[in-house]
């Protein structure tokens, strides 16, 4: 009898140490999602308000003050680039789909906000970068707000802050 209930025992300890290594996994991977999820969405607020910094750079300004804001929204791109990364390899991919798609409307927008730079007449000492982009604002701070709106939903629901505890 006594050899039952050791080995009854012996099972149940490996059963409880078998569900306490895999809610430790469990525990990790959400970590390392959060930490993800919260870095990329940080990253792209930060592309978006360097991108909109820039676009309110005078045409008429010194190429030194276009130069930092733009090489400032390009960096903040790169770095968006990297929490894509993390995020991508966090998982899952629906989610890293969507992180791609933030990241390549902030690539886009700072590559078009560039090239009207260029094309500027900066004798004109009212106009900013933003007047020259008229309805064809690339950064639509709206339409990059509900992506994100999105982003931060589909984390929620893989992090489990969309299931409340009873």
């Known amino acids: 009898m006594t050899g039952v209930l050791g080995l009854m025992k012996g099972r149940q300890d490996a059963a409880d140490k078998e569900r306490d290594r ?9 970590e390392t999602r959060h930490t993800a999820y919260t870095a990329f969405i940080a990253q792209s607020r930060s592309a978006a308000l360097a991108l909109s910094a820039a676009t309110e750079v005078k045409v008429s300004a010194a190429d030194e003050t ?13 770095e968006m680039y990297h929490g894509y990364v993390e995020l991508a390899l966090a998982g899952p991919p629906p989610l890293a789909q969507e992180a791609e798609l933030l990241w390549l409307r902030a690539i886009r927008a700072a590559n078009q906000v560039e090239t009207l730079w260029s094309r500027r007449d900066p004798t004109d000492q009212v106009a900013t970068v933003a007047s020259l982009l008229g309805d064809e604002d690339p950064d639509r701070m709206g339409d990059f707000i509900q992506q994100q709106k999105k982003l931060i939903e589909l984390a929620r629901e893989q992090l489990g802050g969309d299931v409340v505890d009873r």
């Open 66 to 78: 276009w130069n930092d804001a733009i090489t400032e929204a390009l960096n903040a791109s790169e």
């Open 22 to 30: 895999l809610e430790g996994r469990r525990a990790r991977r959400i």
